[in-house]
């Protein structure tokens, strides 16, 4: 019987509740005009409310899906319906043949493979095409030189707000935020963009946000210090501003640089929706390596194409990670492949060892405000707060609905067991955790 | 560490700064001492830098909790992991009228839900009593844990035995269930308490209690009864009459009868045998007494006084009667039932009793005489409503096979599918293929849906588990479906892999 996945790992794939949900109902065969599967990839016809059935199609073990339909999640209801039936009811899909357009789709992928090893190969063989470099510092300068006029201008927006104090400045007016915001996305440094309008949402939400806004201004600040001093910074921590800042480094960069072969275990997904485009994290922790790295993918919201890694389960492959000081965001340098547990497994942290990194990180990476953790802790609530206790006793405050503290606390019935998540220096965010025997999304598809 | 001299200097501004604001703790002074206030905006903003990597690289956490108590292990399984995915079907709003049978079926098999489950279901125990039992039945150790956790402990808690102090303290709900278990140990105590409290109570307590009773009555709340046959409130009038009618000892029966004896003589001989009607002349103060009411109910056209009495007076009186005094097969006694004047009268007055005073060898035949509708008594009731309370009193089969034949009837023409939309029995086994093939017509009825989604969905919940392969093979032999039919082909699917999710071996892949 082909590695179909478990209903749990079909759930945590989903990429949101309502997804889940029109999957669900979809996972009776009865509703397909064709349900089918093979070792190698999963099929299917489904009437839509168009004059021909969509096709549905999805790789064995999940990690990649495609369909005709016009929907903007990813994977779609109908590729989650269709896993559903492979992982609940793997005999009642039909045994026939692939149909041309399930041939045409996995030779494509076995082709697009192909040629981007060989792209690759030839890459790294070739000599290198010219680069018309007097062109490419020319227009590097003028953006610097955008960047820098918007960094003098937000330098003296916040001392303007510094200088006049919150009381008296108009913080939960929308447009207070939102000009400079799109003063910094006009000077193309969409980072710093984004670092003003996380602090009017801190502001939005009242006085009683006012550290948190304070913390984040004072981010602000320190970046803003650190951009205007450029090469006196050591080279790993200006390529971090740099990103933070908006600028984009080159795949072709990372992907030249080494890369870290592991066994990567999957701890969390999350997705999220802005700007009209979709964004996958997957947060992968190396077990020889013990490092975490934070893959992203991105697609136009018309057109999610992602591979997707099911919680709970490893990989083995090369990551190449992007410059800059502790860095976490990585790419794939080298095709990965699932893969069994190596020996030790996972390796979970207590409290204090993830405090203790998160104090180290910080020291070299003032703006890493959220670290992964995997650590073996159990639920608890006291004085109006709810914990995540490790086995010693120490506790960090946890966030979450009650909803979700009250699954973390079915689940591990007052036992600790391994839960993943991101501490934000203030409170642990859980994302995933060990459920007998297999992981659960504590996401439900919300952001991270 | 405390950050408030420069949260106020945030707040007020570094225009009102009259003095730079000290490092909020020890650990900071170095850093702090490096500030240059002579520039005071960028060192406000460089501070709370500073103290924003401090506070969180200083972050300790608490180290004073306690372990909370671990739940008991389980002693009995989890449900199987597909039975899981199931249930969160269920939980997700999908099929919500399979869901009991999740949870019979899970603790039939003396399995105990996922962990994961646990919440859900006791939100679904908050949301629907009824559920309650059969969700307490498969939440094991790790569920009543969580339920201590949450304080939802009262949701699945069997009942304890109410202690006597809710009798004169407690509330409603509490005094009935102290009722209710005290008549079954101690009846004569609890009818005594009954009596006492009796003149205190309010008309919707004195109908709970008799609700109680219901039609199997004590003989030691005899008394109760005859005194509240007269109560000011009708309910309680009625659910006396339905408790005394079960007592033919009592004096009220004994009236009753004596009463009812004299309205049905039979005369004529061979086929001219006919049941005749005496009305009653006048309406006699006694009978108030025994909770008679004289004034014909507002909305009863076409009903006198003397047939309204007529009927009260035969609903007082079991079936059973009339077949023991004329010393005939109450269905023959239906057939001499011909009288045009009077027929109605009586066929009102017996519906009633059968439906009080439940008799199911004679509301069988009632209702076999009146399922093809065209007898229904035009002075009684709207007729489905009245036929589906005929068929609460009568076994499953019975009253699947007069469905099926009333559907069959007049009611093809005039309300095709009510019966099978109202009527809430599950369908026995051995009455399925019949049951099923008058409801096939109906479900792929061609120029509109005869029933509304929640209602197939739980039409495919009354057919019998054994029957549905044959159900969905039959489906699968019509050229085309309606979106009815195939509503009600996915819900019988999703109750076939239900119940194979708890019958088929787990496979390698499902382990995993």
């Known amino acids: ?448 | 560490m405390n950050p408030d001299a420069l949260t106020t200097l945030m707040l007020l501004g570094t225009n009102r700064l009259k003095t730079p604001p000290a490092a909020p703790s020890p650990v900071l002074e170095g850093a702090w001492a490096a500030l240059d206030w002579s520039q005071p905006e960028t060192a406000a903003l460089a501070a709370c830098a500073l103290t924003a990597a401090a506070t969180s690289a200083g972050f300790t956490g608490r180290c004073d909790l306690a372990l909370p108590e671990p739940s008991d292990p389980e002693t009995r399984p989890v449900a199987p992991a597909a039975t899981g995915a199931i249930l969160r079907h269920l939980l997700s709003g999908e099929m919500p009228e399979c869901l009991p049978e999740w949870l019979e079926c899970c603790a039939a098999g003396g399995w105990v839900a996922a962990p994961r489950d646990l919440p859900a279901l006791l939100v679904k125990a908050t949301q629907e009593r009824p559920l309650r039992p059969l969700i307490a039945a498969v939440l094991g150790e790790r569920g009543a844990w969580l339920a201590r956790q949450t304080s939802q402990v009262d949701l699945i808690a069997p009942p304890a035995d109410p202690d006597d102090s809710v009798w004169e303290t407690g509330t409603l709900t509490e005094r009935l269930a102290w009722f209710k278990s005290t008549r079954q140990t101690d009846p004569a105590r609890a009818a005594a308490a009954l009596a006492t409290a009796w003149p205190q109570e309010s008309g919707e307590t004195r109908a709970g209690f008799l609700t109680v009773i219901g039609n199997a009555p004590h003989p030691a709340e005899l008394p109760l009864l005859e005194s509240a046959i007269k109560d000011r409130k009708r309910e309680v009038r009625l659910l006396a009459r339905t408790a005394l009618m079960a007592l033919p000892q009592s004096t009220w029966s004994q009236r009753a009868f004596a009463r009812a004896l004299p309205l049905l003589k039979i005369e004529g001989i061979l086929l001219t045998k006919h049941l005749v009607l005496h009305l009653p002349e006048a309406f006699d103060a006694q009978w108030k007494e025994d909770g008679l009411e004289e004034k014909v109910p507002a909305g009863s056209k076409g009903l006198g006084p003397r047939a309204w009495w007529a009927i009260q007076l035969l609903a007082c009186v079991p079936l059973s009667l009339w077949a023991d005094h004329f010393q005939m097969d109450f269905a023959r006694l239906l057939t001499l039932n011909k009288d045009a004047a009077s027929k109605d009268v009586i066929l009102t007055g017996w519906l009633e009793s059968a439906v009080t005073g439940p008799e199911p060898a004679s509301a069988e035949a009632l209702a076999t005489y009146l399922s093809d509708f065209e007898k229904w008594p035009a002075t009684s009731p709207a007729a489905i409503p009245g036929f589906l309370k005929l068929l609460h009193v009568l076994p499953d089969e019975t009253a699947a096979r007069l469905v099926e034949a009333a559907e069959a009837g007049v009611l093809s023409s005039i309300a095709p599918g009510q019966l099978f939309a109202a009527s809430t029995f599950p369908v026995p086994t051995a009455a399925a293929p019949r049951w099923f093939a008058a409801l096939l017509p109906r479900l792929q009825n061609p120029v509109y849906s005869l029933f509304q989604t929640p209602t197939v969905r739980q039409l495919a919940r009354r057919l019998p588990l054994a029957f549905i392969p044959e159900a969905l093979a039959q489906l699968a032999r019509e050229s085309t479906l309606t979106s009815t039919s195939e509503t009600f082909t996915r819900a019988l699917e999703f109750r076939l892999q239900l119940h194979q999710s708890f019958t088929t071996k787990q496979t390698a892949n499902e382990r995993e």
């Not at chain 1, 227009?139 to 008296?168: M, P």
């Not at chain 1, 790993?236 to 275990?265: I, N």
């Not at chain 1, 340098?333 to 547990?341: G, I, L």
């Not at chain 1, 650590?375 to 506790?395: F, K, N, P």
Request: aromatic share 8%; with cysteine; hydrophobic share 40%.
């Open chain 1, 1 to 448: 019987m082909a590695n179909y996945p478990t209903p749990d790992l079909v759930t945590a794939l989903a990429p949101d509740a309502s997804s889940l949900k029109a999957g669900r109902g979809l996972a009776s065969p009865g509703k397909w005009t064709l349900a089918a599967g093979n070792e190698v990839a999963l099929w299917g016809l489904m009437q839509g409310s168009g004059k021909d059935p969509y096709q549905v199609q999805v790789l064995a073990d999940g990690t990649a899906t495609k369909c005709s339909c016009p929907s903007r999640k990813f994977p779609c209801k109908h590729a989650i319906g269709l896993l559903f039936i492979a992982a609940e009811q793997p005999g009642k899909l039909a045994a026939s043949p692939p149909l041309a357009w399930v041939e045409e789709w996995l030779a494509s992928r076995a082709e697009k493979a192909a040629k981007a090893e060989t792209k690759a190969a030839d890459a790294a063989a070739a000599p290198k095409a010219p680069v018309d470099e007097k062109a490419q510092a020319k227009r590097r300068e003028k953006r610097s030189g955008r960047i820098a006029d918007g960094i003098s201008f937000l330098q003296q927006w916040l001392g303007d707000l510094t200088k006049q104090g919150f009381a008296d400045a108009p913080l939960s007016g929308h447009d207070f935020w939102e000009t400079p915001a799109r003063r910094m996305v006009d000077a193309q440094a969409p980072g710093l963009a984004r670092m003003v309008r996380l602090a009017g949402q801190a502001a939005a939400r009242g006085p009683s946000s006012h550290p948190v806004l304070m913390d984040q201004l004072g981010r602000l600040h320190l970046l803003l210090s650190a951009a205007t001093q450029g090469d006196a910074l050591d080279p790993d921590l200006r390529a971090e501003v740099e990103q933070l800042l908006g600028w984009t480094v080159p795949q072709e960069t990372v992907l030249a640089g080494p890369d870290v072969f592991d066994h990567w275990f999957t701890a969390a997904r999350t997705l999220e929706e802005e700007d009209r485009l979709i964004t996958s994290i997957t947060w992968l922790w190396g077990a020889a390596s013990q490092r975490w790295a934070q893959w992203i993918q991105s697609a136009p919201v018309q057109q999610p194409i992602f591979t997707t890694l099911p919680l709970g389960r490893w990989v083995q492959g090369g990551l190449a990670f992007y410059p800059g000081k502790e860095p976490l965001r990585a790419l794939w340098k080298t095709a990965f492949t699932s893969t069994e547990p190596p020996p030790g497994g996972l390796i979970l942290e207590s409290t204090d060892t993830l405090l203790e990194r998160s104090a180290a990180t910080l020291g070299l990476n003032s703006w890493r405000t959220q670290l992964p953790f995997c650590l073996r802790a159990v639920t608890t609530r006291s004085g109006g707060q709810d914990w995540l206790m490790d086995e010693t006793g120490h506790a960090l405050p946890l966030r979450g609905s009650t909803a979700l503290t009250q699954l973390m606390s079915a689940v591990d019935g007052g036992r600790p067991v391994p839960v993943c998540g991101l501490w934000n220096g203030r409170e642990a965010i859980p994302l995933a955790m060990a459920a007998e025997e297999d992981w659960l999304s504590l996401t439900g598809g919300r952001t991270a």
